[in-house]
């Protein structure tokens, strides 16, 4: 058992703030920011978690059962679990076996895991380590030729939905990135990256497995045509060059032909336009606070949007689920999951595949332990009854 997978099973690591403290002491800043931080002034950021406070159970005591269900279906899938494993970009950062390890702990758990097109292993090898779904999230980084390269590789690796991203026409800017020398690290000269490096070289362990590992690959998954894997150091300027728009929804369904979920909404409008360009499931999402900064908590506007979808395809969620309470809260008000980010990632960071699995885990007991209490045998009974919300919601 290495030093970081003791420090993980210690009974001391309740809840994913304790792997978020592991992980900030494992990984050098300019890693961790990566990963925690969000975009300009992180309101979002803060609201996105925050928000859970204000809705308070209301629970139904003197009420016992055996078994809790914490099955259901998405997308027709069948998963053990009400959550994924959100799309994660540059997660073979935080470690070596980044999203082969993230993959093979949803498969282990009995859900789904979303892989990003920011991915440091190939698609084909992170599908292969999983015994569960496995979806391709989308960016048409590369261009379309690049795009449609993928989607067909993903199609013969076998996963089995398409999450087409909307909210990053631009990459947003998170300025601990900035200040902690990002660009400069992955892409710059010896002396550009001279000031960064003390926070570098204060964790050695990191250090050694990230250079045994080869240092910063090739995007593998994003192969432009006549010319190879993208450099990871293109990525912010080919993301602004490759914005998604609702017409690129047609071709990407034609090349496709699977079902696609649109992660990105935050208005009923966009949810609307999302079925009618023949979505299977949207995810309510500000990208974890790391877009567009001062937009809603995506728990806040997920009950315009449940009632604006009214049933017609699945609502997914994602944003500042850090507990069990937080999952069912947002199935309360009508998500029929919600992907974690953060989350899990805090687990890779702190000790590879075995902190995501225990990151899942401490979620699944949390679910398990919130569904007792609130007198809930069923995650697909959940619902507004379950729940106070705020008066100034309901006028929405
Ligand atoms: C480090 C990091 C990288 C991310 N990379 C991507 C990505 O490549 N594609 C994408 O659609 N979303 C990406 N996201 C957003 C997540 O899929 C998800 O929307 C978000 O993390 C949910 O918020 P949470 O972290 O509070 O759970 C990323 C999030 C983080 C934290």
Redesign the pocket.
């Known amino acids: 058992m290495t030093q970081s997978s003791r420090s993980v099973a210690s009974p001391r690591v309740v809840s994913i703030a304790d792997f978020r403290a592991i992980a900030q002491r494992r990984v050098p800043r300019s890693v961790f920011d990566?990963?925690d931080g969000g975009a300009e002034g992180e309101v979002t950021l803060r609201e996105?978690?925050r928000v859970y406070d204000d809705v308070t159970f209301r629970p139904r005591h003197a009420v016992a059962f055996d078994q809790c269900n914490l099955r259901t279906r998405v997308l027709g899938f069948d998963l053990a679990l009400p959550f994924l494993l959100?799309?994660?970009?540059?997660s073979r950062l935080m470690h070596p076996m980044g999203e082969v390890a993230a993959a093979r702990a949803a498969g282990n758990a009995g859900t789904a895991y979303?892989l990003?097109?920011?991915s440091g292993h190939k698609l084909e090898d992170v599908k292969a380590a999983s015994t569960g779904p496995v979806f391709y999230?989308l960016?048409l980084m590369g261009g379309r030729g690049a795009a449609e390269a993928v989607i067909e590789r993903a199609r013969v690796a076998g996963f089995s939905a398409l999450?087409v991203?909307i909210d990053?026409p631009v990459s947003g800017i998170r300025e601990r990135d900035h200040r902690n020398g990002m660009k400069e690290l992955v892409s710059g000269g010896p002396f550009e990256k001279l000031p960064y490096l003390p926070q570098i070289l204060s964790r050695p362990r990191w250090l050694a497995s990230f250079l045994l590992d080869g240092g910063i690959p090739a995007l593998p998954n994003v192969v432009i045509p006549g010319k190879g894997p993208m450099p990871l150091v293109d990525v912010a300027a080919a993301l602004a060059e490759s914005a998604v728009t609702w017409s690129d929804l047609t071709w990407i369904r034609e090349v496709w032909r699977g079902p696609i979920i649109v992660?990105?909404v935050l208005t009923a409008d966009d949810a609307r336009r999302a079925i009618d360009e023949g979505a299977a499931a949207i995810?309510v999402?500000?990208?974890?606070?790391?877009q567009l900064d001062c937009v809603p908590a995506s728990l806040r506007v997920l009950p315009e949007i449940v009632k604006a979808v009214d049933g017609q395809i699945e609502v997914l969620m994602?944003?500042?689920?850090?507990r069990g309470t937080d999952i069912a809260k947002a199935l309360c008000l009508g998500a029929r999951a919600v992907?974690?980010?953060?989350?899990y990632?805090y687990g890779l960071a702190a000790a590879g595949e075995v902190g995501v699995n225990r990151a899942i885990e401490i979620l699944r007991t949390d679910l398990d332990r919130t569904l007792r209490l609130l007198g809930c045998a069923n995650v697909g009974e959940l619902n507004r009854s379950y729940v106070n919300i705020p008066k100034s919601w309901d006028a929405d």
Do not use: F, M
Request: hydrophobic residues 25%; charged residues 15%; glycine residues 18%.
């Open positions: 990566y990963l996105n978690c959100a799309p994660v970009g540059y979303i990003s097109t920011i999230q960016y999450a991203t990053t992660k990105g995810s999402s500000n990208h974890g606070g790391r994602d944003g500042g689920i850090r992907l974690c980010g953060r989350a990632a």
